[in-house]
């Protein structure tokens, strides 16, 4: 499956943002969606994920609370609505596909290209 992460760009602390992530290609039923974030200097981390279904929804502790991990799967899309954005959030974003919900990168076959979001102070 490919994916095209968008929605990025320049925002002030407090702010809210959403990301989409567009899924095409091959047949990509019973896939998870991810959502990772790499700052400069930083590895990069698992932020949230969601379920085929919906139904389960993961964070990272420095997001519960704020971000909000959603899908359409009528439209192949999911979303990575980020609200209180504060400047540490600042990193590139990826959305990636797996068959499994997890937050280790290397479970994820299917990466977005990423999209910058910059938090200013």
């Known amino acids: 499956v490919q994916l095209q992460a968008s929605g990025g760009g320049l925002v002030q602390a407090g702010d809210s943002l959403r990301l989409s992530c567009a899924a095409s290609?091959?047949?990509?039923?019973?896939?998870?969606m991810g959502w990772f974030r790499q700052a400069p200097g930083k590895e990069r981390e698992f932020v949230a994920g969601i379920s085929w279904s919906g139904g389960v929804r993961e964070y990272v502790a420095s997001v519960k609370g704020r971000f909000i991990v959603s899908r359409d799967n009528a439209k192949n899309t999911a979303f990575l609505q980020m609200n209180s954005l504060k400047p540490e959030d600042t990193a590139v974003y990826y959305c990636a596909a797996a068959r499994v919900l997890a937050s280790s990168a290397s479970v994820y076959d299917s990466w977005g290209q990423g999209t910058l979001v910059t938090v200013s102070s």
């Open positions: 290609g091959r047949a990509s039923s019973n896939y998870v």
